[in-house]
Protein backbone atom coordinates (compact mmCIF):
# COMPACT_ATOMS: atom_id res chain seq x y z
CA UNK A 1 0.00 0.00 0.00
CA UNK A 2 1.59 3.45 -1.32
CA UNK A 3 0.07 6.57 0.35
CA UNK A 4 -0.70 9.16 -2.25
CA UNK A 5 2.05 11.82 -2.55
CA UNK A 6 1.86 14.04 0.22
CA UNK A 7 1.22 17.89 0.24
CA UNK A 8 1.08 19.93 3.66
CA UNK A 9 -2.41 21.45 2.32
CA UNK A 10 -3.62 17.57 3.08
CA UNK A 11 -2.65 17.73 6.69
CA UNK A 12 -3.00 21.05 8.15
CA UNK A 13 -6.05 22.15 8.85
CA UNK A 14 -6.30 25.83 10.37
CA UNK A 15 -9.81 26.28 11.71
CA UNK A 16 -11.72 29.87 10.32
CA UNK A 17 -8.77 30.19 7.44
CA UNK A 18 -9.69 28.22 5.12
CA UNK A 19 -11.59 30.45 3.09
CA UNK A 20 -8.65 32.46 2.08
CA UNK A 21 -7.72 32.20 -1.10
CA UNK A 22 -4.17 30.16 -1.56
CA UNK A 23 -2.12 32.83 -3.68
CA UNK A 24 1.49 31.78 -1.74
CA UNK A 25 3.32 29.23 -3.61
CA UNK A 26 3.97 26.40 -1.54
CA UNK A 27 6.87 24.37 -1.14
CA UNK A 28 6.67 20.87 -2.96
CA UNK A 29 8.23 17.92 -0.98
CA UNK A 30 9.84 16.62 -4.20
CA UNK A 31 12.85 16.33 -2.84
CA UNK A 32 12.05 14.18 -0.44
CA UNK A 33 14.66 11.65 0.42
CA UNK A 34 13.93 8.25 2.06
CA UNK A 35 16.01 7.40 4.84
CA UNK A 36 16.05 4.67 7.77
CA UNK A 37 15.71 5.78 11.54
CA UNK A 38 18.70 4.53 13.51
CA UNK A 39 17.94 6.74 16.80
CA UNK A 40 15.79 8.59 18.66
CA UNK A 41 16.84 11.13 21.30
CA UNK A 42 13.89 13.74 22.87
CA UNK A 43 12.40 14.34 20.07
CA UNK A 44 15.17 14.59 17.36
CA UNK A 45 15.96 11.57 15.16
CA UNK A 46 18.70 9.69 13.19
CA UNK A 47 17.96 8.98 10.21
CA UNK A 48 20.34 7.37 7.47
CA UNK A 49 19.48 8.77 4.01
CA UNK A 50 18.92 5.68 1.29
CA UNK A 51 20.07 3.33 4.32
CA UNK A 52 23.82 4.30 3.76
CA UNK A 53 25.50 4.30 7.49
CA UNK A 54 27.68 7.29 6.07
CA UNK A 55 25.07 9.50 5.32
CA UNK A 56 23.33 10.24 8.84
CA UNK A 57 21.09 13.39 9.43
CA UNK A 58 19.39 14.67 12.05
CA UNK A 59 15.89 15.41 11.85
CA UNK A 60 12.09 16.39 13.30
CA UNK A 61 8.87 15.42 12.78
CA UNK A 62 7.06 18.00 10.64
CA UNK A 63 4.31 19.59 12.52
CA UNK A 64 1.84 18.05 10.52
CA UNK A 65 2.63 14.69 11.31
CA UNK A 66 1.14 15.55 15.07
CA UNK A 67 2.27 12.99 17.59
CA UNK A 68 2.56 9.96 14.93
CA UNK A 69 4.88 7.11 16.83
CA UNK A 70 8.71 7.67 14.82
CA UNK A 71 10.70 4.70 15.46
CA UNK A 72 14.03 3.16 15.17
CA UNK A 73 13.89 0.94 11.69
CA UNK A 74 10.71 2.78 10.47
CA UNK A 75 11.40 3.93 6.41
CA UNK A 76 10.74 7.66 6.97
CA UNK A 77 11.16 10.23 3.94
CA UNK A 78 12.94 13.46 5.08
CA UNK A 79 12.91 17.06 3.68
CA UNK A 80 15.03 20.06 4.32
CA UNK A 81 18.90 20.61 4.80
CA UNK A 82 19.93 16.78 4.06
CA UNK A 83 23.43 17.64 4.05
CA UNK A 84 24.25 16.12 7.65
CA UNK A 85 26.40 19.06 8.74
CA UNK A 86 26.16 20.04 12.45
CA UNK A 87 23.70 22.10 13.57
CA UNK A 88 21.31 21.14 10.83
CA UNK A 89 17.64 19.67 11.23
CA UNK A 90 15.43 18.31 8.17
CA UNK A 91 11.91 17.22 9.12
CA UNK A 92 10.21 13.66 8.49
CA UNK A 93 7.38 14.20 6.81
CA UNK A 94 6.09 10.68 6.00
CA UNK A 95 6.35 6.99 7.79
CA UNK A 96 5.92 4.26 5.60
CA UNK A 97 3.60 1.53 6.52
CA UNK A 98 5.43 -0.74 8.21
CA UNK A 99 6.43 -4.40 7.36
CA UNK A 100 7.13 -6.29 10.81
CA UNK A 101 6.68 -4.37 14.30
CA UNK A 102 7.80 -5.34 17.51
CA UNK A 103 5.41 -3.92 20.46
CA UNK A 104 5.30 -4.23 24.02
CA UNK A 105 2.82 -2.97 26.86
CA UNK A 106 4.51 -1.81 29.62
CA UNK A 107 2.52 -4.70 31.93
CA UNK A 108 -0.57 -7.13 30.90
CA UNK A 109 -2.65 -4.58 32.64
CA UNK A 110 -1.70 -1.50 30.35
CA UNK A 111 -3.27 -1.53 27.29
CA UNK A 112 -0.81 1.79 25.81
CA UNK A 113 1.13 -0.83 23.79
CA UNK A 114 4.89 0.96 22.40
CA UNK A 115 6.45 0.03 19.50
CA UNK A 116 9.98 -0.80 20.35
CA UNK A 117 11.48 -1.42 16.40
CA UNK A 118 9.55 -1.62 13.16
CA UNK A 119 10.77 -3.36 10.33
CA UNK A 120 12.97 -5.92 11.25
CA UNK A 121 12.99 -9.50 9.95
CA UNK A 122 14.28 -11.57 13.11
CA UNK A 123 14.50 -11.05 16.61
CA UNK A 124 17.76 -12.39 18.27
CA UNK A 125 16.64 -13.26 21.86
CA UNK A 126 19.70 -13.32 23.71
CA UNK A 127 19.38 -16.21 26.72
CA UNK A 128 21.81 -16.88 29.40
CA UNK A 129 22.13 -20.69 30.27
CA UNK A 130 23.18 -19.27 33.79
CA UNK A 131 24.12 -15.98 35.73
CA UNK A 132 21.52 -15.34 35.63
CA UNK A 133 19.46 -18.48 35.07
CA UNK A 134 17.12 -18.57 31.83
CA UNK A 135 13.15 -17.83 32.27
CA UNK A 136 11.34 -19.53 29.80
CA UNK A 137 8.28 -17.14 30.56
CA UNK A 138 10.89 -14.60 29.00
CA UNK A 139 11.55 -16.40 25.99
CA UNK A 140 7.71 -17.51 25.69
CA UNK A 141 6.64 -13.84 25.67
CA UNK A 142 9.07 -12.48 23.62
CA UNK A 143 8.03 -15.66 20.82
CA UNK A 144 4.94 -14.17 21.20
CA UNK A 145 5.68 -10.57 20.41
CA UNK A 146 8.25 -11.67 17.65
CA UNK A 147 5.73 -14.17 16.18
CA UNK A 148 2.47 -12.22 16.15
CA UNK A 149 4.46 -8.82 14.91
CA UNK A 150 5.68 -10.39 12.14
CA UNK A 151 9.47 -11.23 12.82
CA UNK A 152 10.89 -14.55 12.45
CA UNK A 153 12.22 -15.79 15.96
CA UNK A 154 16.39 -16.98 16.62
CA UNK A 155 17.21 -17.79 20.25
CA UNK A 156 21.09 -16.78 21.07
CA UNK A 157 22.49 -18.97 24.08
CA UNK A 158 25.09 -17.13 26.00
CA UNK A 159 27.13 -18.76 29.21
CA UNK A 160 27.57 -22.19 27.14
CA UNK A 161 30.83 -22.13 29.67
CA UNK A 162 29.00 -22.41 32.94
CA UNK A 163 26.10 -24.49 31.88
CA UNK A 164 24.92 -26.87 29.71
CA UNK A 165 22.46 -25.59 26.91
CA UNK A 166 20.95 -29.00 25.66
CA UNK A 167 18.18 -28.93 27.86
CA UNK A 168 16.93 -25.38 27.61
CA UNK A 169 17.17 -25.55 23.93
CA UNK A 170 14.99 -28.63 23.39
CA UNK A 171 12.02 -26.86 25.28
CA UNK A 172 12.08 -24.30 22.20
CA UNK A 173 13.19 -27.03 19.49
CA UNK A 174 8.98 -28.36 18.43
CA UNK A 175 8.71 -24.60 17.60
CA UNK A 176 11.00 -24.87 14.93
CA UNK A 177 13.17 -22.02 16.21
CA UNK A 178 16.92 -21.80 15.12
CA UNK A 179 19.13 -21.83 18.33
CA UNK A 180 22.50 -20.37 17.80
CA UNK A 181 25.22 -20.49 20.59
CA UNK A 182 26.68 -17.08 21.70
CA UNK A 183 28.99 -17.46 24.29
CA UNK A 184 32.43 -15.69 24.38
CA UNK A 185 33.67 -19.06 23.93
CA UNK A 186 31.45 -20.11 20.68
CA UNK A 187 32.88 -18.93 17.38
CA UNK A 188 31.09 -15.79 16.24
CA UNK A 189 30.91 -16.80 12.63
CA UNK A 190 27.29 -18.61 12.95
CA UNK A 191 25.80 -15.63 14.13
CA UNK A 192 27.47 -13.38 11.51
CA UNK A 193 25.67 -15.32 8.85
CA UNK A 194 22.50 -15.29 10.58
CA UNK A 195 22.65 -11.18 10.92
CA UNK A 196 24.15 -11.14 6.85
CA UNK A 197 21.56 -9.37 4.76
CA UNK A 198 18.86 -8.82 7.62
CA UNK A 199 17.98 -6.42 10.33
CA UNK A 200 17.86 -8.19 13.14
CA UNK A 201 16.68 -6.82 16.59
CA UNK A 202 18.42 -7.70 19.97
CA UNK A 203 16.43 -8.61 23.01
CA UNK A 204 17.52 -9.88 26.33
CA UNK A 205 17.42 -9.43 30.28
CA UNK A 206 20.54 -7.12 31.94
CA UNK A 207 23.50 -9.19 32.70
CA UNK A 208 22.83 -11.81 29.91
CA UNK A 209 25.91 -11.10 27.48
CA UNK A 210 23.59 -9.12 25.06
CA UNK A 211 26.32 -5.98 24.96
CA UNK A 212 29.48 -8.75 24.79
CA UNK A 213 27.40 -10.36 21.94
CA UNK A 214 27.16 -6.98 20.07
CA UNK A 215 30.58 -5.76 20.89
CA UNK A 216 31.83 -8.76 18.64
CA UNK A 217 30.43 -8.41 15.83
CA UNK A 218 30.15 -5.12 15.68
CA UNK A 219 33.76 -4.02 17.66
CA UNK A 220 32.36 0.02 16.40
CA UNK A 221 29.12 -0.46 18.81
CA UNK A 222 31.50 0.02 22.23
CA UNK A 223 28.22 -1.01 24.17
CA UNK A 224 29.16 -0.86 27.87
CA UNK A 225 29.53 -4.48 28.96
CA UNK A 226 29.16 -5.29 33.26
CA UNK A 227 27.00 -2.05 33.13
CA UNK A 228 24.45 -2.03 36.05
CA UNK A 229 24.27 1.87 37.04
CA UNK A 230 20.59 1.66 36.01
CA UNK A 231 19.55 -1.38 37.40
CA UNK A 232 16.73 -1.09 39.57
CA UNK A 233 16.97 3.28 39.58
CA UNK A 234 16.02 3.02 35.92
CA UNK A 235 18.38 6.14 35.26
CA UNK A 236 21.35 6.14 32.80
CA UNK A 237 19.82 2.60 31.47
CA UNK A 238 19.32 3.26 27.70
CA UNK A 239 15.19 3.83 27.11
CA UNK A 240 15.23 3.80 23.31
CA UNK A 241 16.33 1.37 20.75
CA UNK A 242 19.33 1.90 18.63
CA UNK A 243 20.83 0.32 15.19
CA UNK A 244 24.48 -0.72 14.46
CA UNK A 245 24.98 -1.03 10.90
CA UNK A 246 26.98 -4.57 10.37
CA UNK A 247 30.77 -4.15 9.34
CA UNK A 248 29.80 -6.43 6.29
CA UNK A 249 27.22 -2.98 5.12
CA UNK A 250 24.90 -6.19 4.95
CA UNK A 251 22.51 -5.19 7.35
CA UNK A 252 21.66 -3.90 11.02
CA UNK A 253 21.72 -4.86 14.44
CA UNK A 254 19.11 -3.23 16.75
CA UNK A 255 19.62 -2.77 20.74
CA UNK A 256 16.37 -2.65 22.47
CA UNK A 257 16.76 -1.31 25.58
CA UNK A 258 16.86 -3.63 28.69
CA UNK A 259 12.85 -4.84 29.35
CA UNK A 260 11.70 -5.15 32.65
CA UNK A 261 8.12 -6.24 31.47
CA UNK A 262 7.16 -7.44 28.29
CA UNK A 263 3.33 -7.01 28.43
CA UNK A 264 1.43 -8.65 25.65
CA UNK A 265 -1.79 -6.88 26.47
CA UNK A 266 -2.98 -6.88 22.96
CA UNK A 267 -2.13 -10.40 22.29
CA UNK A 268 -5.16 -12.74 22.08
CA UNK A 269 -4.26 -16.63 22.19
CA UNK A 270 -5.96 -16.68 18.67
CA UNK A 271 -2.97 -14.44 17.64
CA UNK A 272 -0.38 -16.70 19.09
CA UNK A 273 -1.63 -19.96 17.22
CA UNK A 274 -2.36 -18.18 13.46
CA UNK A 275 1.36 -17.77 12.70
CA UNK A 276 1.63 -21.40 12.59
CA UNK A 277 -0.44 -22.16 9.76
CA UNK A 278 -1.28 -26.14 10.84
CA UNK A 279 -2.76 -25.51 13.91
CA UNK A 280 -4.46 -21.70 12.67
CA UNK A 281 -6.44 -24.35 10.18
CA UNK A 282 -7.35 -26.68 13.24
CA UNK A 283 -9.04 -24.22 15.81
CA UNK A 284 -10.98 -23.21 13.08
CA UNK A 285 -13.58 -25.84 14.08
CA UNK A 286 -13.45 -25.37 17.87
CA UNK A 287 -15.80 -24.59 19.97
CA UNK A 288 -16.53 -21.02 20.68
CA UNK A 289 -14.71 -19.25 23.36
CA UNK A 290 -12.33 -22.36 23.21
CA UNK A 291 -8.88 -21.01 25.43
CA UNK A 292 -7.26 -24.10 23.12
CA UNK A 293 -5.32 -25.03 26.44
CA UNK A 294 -7.07 -28.27 25.79
CA UNK A 295 -8.67 -30.70 29.02
CA UNK A 296 -9.49 -29.98 31.49
CA UNK A 297 -10.31 -26.39 30.21
CA UNK A 298 -11.01 -27.27 26.98
CA UNK A 299 -12.27 -30.74 26.16
CA UNK A 300 -13.24 -30.12 22.72
CA UNK A 301 -10.31 -28.11 21.25
CA UNK A 302 -9.63 -29.47 18.05
CA UNK A 303 -5.53 -29.17 18.19
CA UNK A 304 -5.91 -32.31 20.12
CA UNK A 305 -6.53 -33.83 17.27
CA UNK A 306 -3.26 -33.12 15.71
CA UNK A 307 -0.51 -35.89 15.24
CA UNK A 308 3.36 -36.31 14.43
CA UNK A 309 5.08 -32.79 14.55
CA UNK A 310 2.25 -30.71 14.52
CA UNK A 311 0.95 -32.33 18.11
CA UNK A 312 4.87 -31.63 19.44
CA UNK A 313 3.80 -28.12 18.45
CA UNK A 314 0.64 -27.47 19.87
CA UNK A 315 2.44 -28.39 23.26
CA UNK A 316 5.16 -26.09 22.60
CA UNK A 317 2.70 -23.36 21.49
CA UNK A 318 0.15 -24.31 24.41
CA UNK A 319 3.43 -23.22 26.51
CA UNK A 320 3.46 -19.82 24.91
CA UNK A 321 -0.64 -19.65 25.62
CA UNK A 322 -0.22 -20.70 29.38
CA UNK A 323 2.57 -17.89 29.89
CA UNK A 324 0.33 -15.34 27.70
CA UNK A 325 -2.84 -16.29 30.33
CA UNK A 326 -0.83 -16.06 33.33
CA UNK A 327 -0.59 -12.61 32.93
CA UNK A 328 2.80 -12.75 34.27
CA UNK A 329 5.57 -10.21 33.26
CA UNK A 330 9.65 -11.06 33.30
N1 LIG B 1 31.04 -16.77 31.67
C1 LIG B 1 30.54 -15.97 30.73
N2 LIG B 1 30.36 -14.66 31.00
C2 LIG B 1 29.84 -13.85 30.05
C3 LIG B 1 29.50 -14.35 28.75
N3 LIG B 1 29.01 -13.33 28.03
C4 LIG B 1 29.05 -12.23 28.83
N4 LIG B 1 29.55 -12.53 30.03
C5 LIG B 1 29.74 -11.64 31.19
O1 LIG B 1 28.46 -11.31 31.72
C6 LIG B 1 28.46 -9.97 32.24
C7 LIG B 1 27.33 -9.15 31.59
O2 LIG B 1 27.61 -8.97 30.22
P1 LIG B 1 26.98 -7.77 29.35
O3 LIG B 1 27.46 -7.98 27.95
O4 LIG B 1 27.20 -6.45 29.96
O5 LIG B 1 25.44 -8.14 29.47
P2 LIG B 1 24.16 -7.30 29.01
O6 LIG B 1 23.62 -6.64 30.23
O7 LIG B 1 23.21 -8.32 28.47
O8 LIG B 1 24.58 -6.32 27.96
C8 LIG B 1 29.84 -9.41 31.94
O9 LIG B 1 30.61 -9.54 33.11
C9 LIG B 1 30.37 -10.30 30.83
O10 LIG B 1 31.77 -10.37 30.80
C10 LIG B 1 29.70 -15.77 28.50
O11 LIG B 1 29.42 -16.30 27.42
N5 LIG B 1 30.22 -16.51 29.54
MG1 LIG C 1 24.25 -4.26 27.96
ZN1 LIG D 1 -9.28 -24.90 20.68
Known amino acids: MRSRDYDESDVRVRPGKSSRPRTKV ?31 VVAMRARELGRTPIVVGDSVDIVGDLSGRSDTLARIIRV ?19 IVVANAQQLLIVVALADPPPRSGFVERTLIAAYTGGLTPVLALTKGDLANAAEFAQLFEDL ?47 RPVGDVTGVGKGRHTSTQSVAFPLPSGRGWVIDTPGVRSFGLAHISSNDVITPFAD ?52
Not at 192 to 214: E, F, Y
Not at 320 to 328: C, G, P, Q, W
Request: aromatic share 2%.
Open 26 to 56: RPTHDSAESAMVISVDRGRWGCVLGGDPERL
Open 279 to 330: LADAIENCPRGCTHLGPPADPECELDKLEGQSARRVAAVRIMLTSLIANETY
Open 96 to 114: ADRTSVLRRTADDTDPFER
Open 176 to 222: GLTVVNAGIEDPIEPINDLLDGKVTALIGHSGVGKSTMVNRIIPDAF
